[in-house]
């Protein structure tokens, strides 16, 4: 990792503990040695079947060493069973299945993941992470085959490729740590919520770094997977060669991953239009790959419904060009200048998204009525939605980066803004994506 990384934070260890010990209420799972507190006490005995009623013993109490050091769970994740899993996923996921077939089968990528360094503890957060949450699981199993299909796509040698598997594998290990609640996409994602969501991928690297196995580029790429070439990700806003290679890779993971999920419409045509509105985003070379991987497996429009795509695009148009005109208007202090520039830079970026897709108001003009059939409504529709969520992001960034004192409020003409941003998200974003006031994209469905 980088000198510049912000200190990880220590892991909470009362929802972890929560995950494990309901855990054994489904399977076994048995203190292998006896578990001691901070002042050498012994709190449970060697051979003890841990659940739910050893809660309260194991939070009330400051641990001597990590809890996975001192627990098994038979049949705990393998290697093999890994390359199972992976073999059984390309089987029911034509993105996946489009991935291997794209490696000529992908047997070489399935022995990859029997290959993975995979330390007892690491096994034992994966099967925990397996039995209690599918969902989570489902993402790691197609984030290791997604990493690796890019690692062989971008010719790097067998040992990256297994190194960036293992990272797609393990990215997300950190949210076992945090709330469990923060996983529920009914919930809104509040400023504070979000400010914890931005902290799994220093919890992540802070629990596998305990681990010789994996190299630091392997910590750095972890850490830098919701980072963005344009410095709009987290949780350090780095910017172009910044990242590292490797992070680029899991960066592009995560999107990908994230849009073609199960239950998504039309994710194949919607990751496409993602990659062209955010091409300052992603490393182009990645993008490419991804965009030839999609070209046939493209879904035609799904149906307009009933908003007004035109008049709010032409709406984000107008707000994405007039933050810097808003600002000046407030005559704020030199000491927001740079923040100012920095979001003003940002909603450049977005206009230029939206030109490249054909959506501003003058290219909308001259398509006239060319976008009145079935067809272009519906993409018109997928590209308003597009642009709510750079909209979302530049505003979540302008909130961020302004660092605001608790009692402190926008200045009116700002303030203005937000709320006009607000309501046009509303329109096109479910509940909690448009509430999802700052923070990375990825977690919520797009």
Same mark, same amino acid.
């Given at each position: 990792?980088?000198?510049?990384?912000?200190?990880?934070?220590?892991?909470?260890?009362?929802?972890?503990?929560?995950?494990?010990? #309901?855990?054994?209420?489904?399977?076994?799972?048995?203190?292998?040695?006896?578990?001691?507190?901070?002042?050498?006490?012994?709190?449970?005995?060697?051979?003890?079947?841990?659940?739910?009623?050893?809660?309260?013993?194991?939070?009330?109490?400051?641990?001597?060493?990590?809890?996975?050091?001192?627990?098994?769970?038979?049949?705990?994740?393998?290697?093999? +069973?890994?390359?199972?899993?992976?073999?059984?996923?390309?089987?029911?996921?034509?993105?996946?299945?489009?991935?291997?077939?794209?490696?000529?089968?992908?047997?070489?990528?399935?022995?990859?993941?029997?290959?993975?360094?995979?330390?007892?503890?690491?096994?034992?957060?994966?099967?925990?992470?397996?039995?209690?949450?599918?969902? *989570?699981?489902?993402?790691?199993?197609?984030?290791?085959?997604?990493? +690796?299909?890019?690692?062989?796509?971008?010719? *790097?040698?067998?040992?990256?490729?297994?190194?960036?598997?293992?990272?797609? *594998?393990?990215?997300?290990?950190?949210?076992?740590?945090?709330?469990?609640?923060?996983?529920?996409?009914?919930?809104?994602?509040?400023?504070?919520?979000?400010?914890?969501?931005?902290?799994?991928?220093?919890?992540?690297?802070?629990?596998?770094?305990?681990?010789?196995?994996?190299?630091?580029?392997?910590?750095?790429?972890?850490?830098?997977?919701?980072?963005?070439?344009?410095?709009?990700?987290?949780?350090?806003?780095?910017?172009?060669?910044?990242?590292?290679?490797?992070?680029?890779?899991?960066?592009?993971?995560?999107?990908?991953?994230?849009?073609?999920?199960?239950?998504?419409?039309?994710?194949?045509?919607?990751?496409?239009?993602?990659?062209?509105?955010?091409?300052?985003?992603?490393?182009?070379?990645?993008?490419?790959?991804?965009?030839?991987?999609?070209?046939?497996?493209?879904?035609?429009?799904?149906?307009?419904?009933?908003?007004?795509?035109?008049?709010?695009?032409?709406?984000?148009?107008?707000?994405?060009?007039?933050?810097?005109?808003?600002?000046?208007?407030?005559?704020?202090?030199?000491?927001? #200048?740079?923040?100012?520039?920095?979001?003003?830079?940002?909603?450049?970026?977005?206009?230029?998204?939206?030109?490249?897709?054909?959506?501003?108001?003058?290219?909308?003009?001259?398509?006239?009525?060319?976008?009145?059939?079935?067809?272009?409504?519906?993409?018109?529709?997928?590209?308003?939605?597009?642009?709510?969520?750079?909209?979302r992001a530049v505003a979540r960034q302008a909130r961020r980066r302004w660092q605001r004192a608790a009692d402190e409020a926008f200045p009116p003409l700002l303030q203005g803004w937000h709320d006009e941003?607000?309501?046009?998200?509303?329109?096109?974003?479910?509940?909690?994506?448009?509430?999802?006031? #700052?923070?990375?994209?990825?977690?919520?469905?797009?």
């Amino acid at each position: 990792m980088s000198p510049q990384s912000p200190p990880s934070p220590p892991p909470d260890a009362r929802h972890f503990a929560r995950a494990v010990t #309901e855990l054994g209420g489904k399977r076994p799972v048995v203190a292998r040695s006896a578990i001691y507190n901070a002042q050498g006490l012994k709190i449970i005995d060697k051979g003890v079947a841990i659940d739910a009623r050893l809660y309260d013993r194991l939070t009330q109490h400051q641990l001597k060493a990590p809890l996975e050091d001192s627990l098994d769970s038979d049949p705990a994740i393998s290697g093999a +069973g890994l390359r199972d899993a992976a073999s059984a996923l390309v089987a029911r996921d034509r993105f996946c299945a489009a991935m291997a077939a794209d490696l000529g089968g992908g047997q070489a990528l399935f022995e990859e993941f029997s290959m993975l360094p995979l330390p007892r503890q690491v096994a034992f957060h994966l099967t925990v992470l397996r039995e209690m949450q599918p969902a *989570l699981w489902q993402h790691a199993l197609r984030s290791a085959l997604t990493a +690796g299909w890019l690692a062989a796509r971008s010719a *790097l040698p067998r040992y990256d490729q297994r190194l960036l598997v293992a990272g797609g *594998l393990l990215h997300d290990l950190g949210m076992l740590h945090l709330d469990p609640v923060l996983l529920r996409p009914q919930v809104p994602l509040t400023r504070e919520r979000r400010r914890q969501l931005d902290t799994h991928p220093l919890v992540t690297v802070m629990l596998l770094e305990r681990h010789h196995e994996y190299p630091q580029a392997l910590l750095r790429a972890v850490l830098e997977h919701h980072e963005a070439l344009d410095g709009s990700g987290y949780p350090r806003h780095i910017v172009g060669a910044a990242i590292s290679r490797w992070g680029r890779v899991l960066a592009m993971t995560e999107l990908v991953t994230a849009m073609t999920a199960d239950g998504r419409e039309a994710p194949a045509l919607r990751l496409s239009l993602a990659l062209r509105m955010t091409a300052a985003r992603y490393d182009p070379a990645l993008a490419r790959e991804v965009m030839r991987l999609l070209a046939p497996l493209r879904e035609p429009p799904p149906a307009a419904g009933s908003g007004d795509a035109r008049g709010d695009l032409r709406q984000i148009e107008r707000l994405l060009g007039g933050w810097r005109a808003a600002a000046a208007a407030e005559g704020l202090s030199t000491a927001r #200048e740079a923040t100012v520039e920095r979001v003003a830079e940002l909603c450049d970026g977005a206009l230029k998204a939206l030109t490249a897709s054909g959506a501003t108001v003058a290219q909308l003009a001259m398509l006239g009525d060319a976008a009145a059939d079935d067809e272009g409504a519906g993409e018109l529709a997928l590209i308003a939605r597009e642009a709510a969520w750079q909209l979302r992001a530049v505003a979540r960034q302008a909130r961020r980066r302004w660092q605001r004192a608790a009692d402190e409020a926008f200045p009116p003409l700002l303030q203005g803004w937000h709320d006009e941003v607000d309501a046009v998200c509303a329109r096109w974003l479910s509940r909690s994506e448009a509430a999802a006031g #700052e923070g990375a994209d990825a977690e919520a469905p797009r």
